[in-house]
């Protein structure tokens, strides 16, 4: 029985592996891709405005 109590730990781990990498393959595009993807270009349009620096007044 002991190489039963050695194997279940990374045989757990493994499905739990399994399960994490489902979830995100399942979770990529769909129906809120493009709104996920704007708020990604927004979010990266004010970093790039907030580098900028503000021009002179001359």
């Known amino acids: 029985m002991?190489?039963?109590?050695?194997?279940v730990p990374p045989?757990?781990?493994a499905v739990f592996f399994i399960g994490v990498i489902r979830v995100i393959v399942k979770t990529q595009g769909g129906a809120a891709k493009a709104k996920e993807d704007a708020a990604v270009d927004a979010a990266l349009a004010r970093a790039?405005?907030?580098r900028?620096?503000?021009?002179?007044?001359a």
């Open 52 to 57: 900028q620096p503000a021009a002179p007044d």
């Open 48 to 50: 790039e405005a907030a």
């Open 11 to 13: 045989v757990v781990m």
């Open 2 to 7: 002991d190489y039963v109590s050695a194997l």
